[in-house]
């Protein structure tokens, strides 16, 4: 297993310095070089510096908006830095479109000065981070945005009949609850990218406010109609969450916490499976507003799971060791594929309230199962049509039952 590339030392403990009055700062400030300077009106080299062949990062620029507007992709047309790096820079607090100031010359200078701004972000290599159609994915991740409070036309809900009510209720409340997972699952994991790949930074903000979306209107749904939030569903993150949690003691020593771990095992089959429970959603709503709450959030889930997909793609084809990659995604399939099985699929709080809402009622639930028995084989294949496509087949291997065990 490889070794992390950045270690912070254990903090020693110091004595604190005392906190000078607020006299003694304003003496401070006042004798300071830049209060001076601001004093002389003497400008710095931002204003000083040749617009070419100085300190300036480039001049004369003219983005002009593409078909989706003013976009990455526009701008990154006539930017000296249009295409990011196979490495980042040491430092961490501009964006590859800013020069680095030629004063600081060479890798070690700037390596050592890293440490003012809090180490180097630590997912600095390209093939840990990009995808192939970043600047896109990040753009049509915000343009499809929604808002449910105005494009949803509450005014139009209609009540359900309470057993009805109570079962829609319950699933709304474990979607909930695997829209917090993810938003909690994949937060960390943003600060970490270096801000060479701002695209990437972008799309993961969006993806993250698309989760938080989700769990408002899921909320208003169920708190607007009558009912209100229904029980606890335990084991939806069986397996995920050891996975995308370096905290956690679960597969300690038996899978790499990494980065691409974390988006295989959150995106790619995790999400992948939330889109098909999404799906039933849809299918399983009595109403047309019930099901216009859906259709959204299938569009937002099956981007996230697309970008799962291309993340693994351009790992698998960029990585120094694709036969290592390989093996450690296995392996991390190898333990989330069973668990998820047992206590998300099989999970009674999901599957009841499922058939029970499929059948239209307590009296039809067994049209339900029916309908979930039929609808059942969908969960793995579309998941290993999704690991064929990126070059990762795992039918020979799958610990997923391909058929309904009830």
């Avoid at 409070?149 to 319950?170: G, I, N, V």
């Avoid at 067994?366 to 579309?382: I, N, T, V």
């Amino acid at each position: 297993m490889a070794e992390p590339r950045i270690r912070v030392p254990p903090m020693r403990p110091v004595e604190p310095q005392p906190v000078p009055s607020a006299e003694e700062i304003h003496r401070m400030l006042d004798r300071h070089p830049e209060t001076q300077k601001i004093r002389a009106r003497k400008f710095s080299d931002w204003l000083t510096t040749p617009l070419e062949g100085g300190l300036w990062t480039a001049w004369g620029l003219k983005a002009k908006p593409d078909a989706m507007g003013m976009s990455y992709m526009a701008v990154n047309k006539v930017s000296p830095a249009g295409e990011p790096p196979e490495i980042g820079a040491a430092r961490l607090t501009q964006t590859r479109y800013v020069a680095t100031d030629p004063r600081i010359a060479g890798e070690e200078i700037e390596r050592a000065i890293a440490p003012k701004y809090g180490l180097q972000r630590e997912l600095d290599r390209k093939y840990d981070v990009w995808v192939d159609g970043a600047p896109q994915l990040a753009e049509e991740a915000l343009s499809r945005q929604w808002r449910p409070t105005l494009h949803l036309r509450w005014e139009e809900m209609k009540p359900l009949s309470p057993d009805l009510e109570r079962a829609f209720d319950q699933f709304l409340t474990y979607l909930i609850q695997c829209q917090y997972f993810c938003s909690d699952a994949m937060g960390p994991w943003i600060g970490r990218v270096h801000f060479d790949f701002v695209e990437i930074k972008s799309y993961l903000a969006y993806e993250l406010f698309d989760y938080n979306l989700h769990c408002g209107v899921l909320r208003k749904r169920v708190l607007s109609n009558g009912g209100g939030m229904g029980t606890q569903v335990d084991g939806v993150d069986a397996g995920v969450l050891e996975t995308c949690n370096e905290a956690s003691q679960g597969f300690e020593g038996e899978v790499e916490r990494d980065f691409t771990g974390m988006v295989f095992a959150l995106d790619l089959f995790f999400n992948g499976l939330v889109l098909e429970m999404l799906r039933l959603g849809e299918a399983a709503a009595r109403t047309p507003f019930d099901r216009g709450l859906f259709r959204p959030m299938i569009q937002d889930n099956a981007r996230h799971v697309a970008w799962g997909c291309k993340r693994i793609k351009y790992y698998l084809d960029h990585c120094p060791d694709r036969e290592e990659a390989v093996v450690k995604l296995h392996t991390i399939a190898d333990r989330i594929e069973p668990a998820q099985a047992e206590q998300h699929l099989l999970n009674p709080k999901v599957l009841e309230p499922l058939a029970m809402l499929l059948g239209d009622g307590p009296a039809k639930i067994e049209d339900g199962y029916a309908f979930l028995r039929q609808f059942w084989p969908q969960f793995a294949e579309r998941y290993l049509a999704r690991l064929d496509a990126i070059g990762m087949p795992r039918r020979d291997r799958c610990l997923m039952p391909l058929e309904a065990p009830f």
